[in-house]
């Protein structure tokens, strides 16, 4: 496991620990690790989920609900320290149609009486 990574879990606990969530808990992350990116969150926080020792489950909680919100969120920008596929690109292009399905019958048409 990188320093990185351990340093960001370390100071994820502590700030739930104290009571911090939200924006005051990744200020309190961000203080302790300035280069810190969503994804370090998000696997930092994964790790909370496998440490026998965190047992508070409003501690856990707090670490998930940072992690989903800058999960989801885009627009926190990574800081670059990983290679990773860009996603954006593959966003970005248009999904083809499906596949339109013939109708085995097609109900005639009925006509108005005149």
Known sequence: MSDKKKRVYRALVDGATEGLSDKALFEFVHERVPKVSSKNIVRASLL???????????????????????RLDSGHEDDGDEEEAPVAEAASKPTPPAAKRSKAKAKPETQPDA
Do not use: E, F, Q
């Open 48 to 70: 909370a989920l496998s440490d026998p020792d965190i047992k508070d489950g409003n501690i856990l909680h707090t670490i998930y609900a940072l992690a989903i919100k800058h």
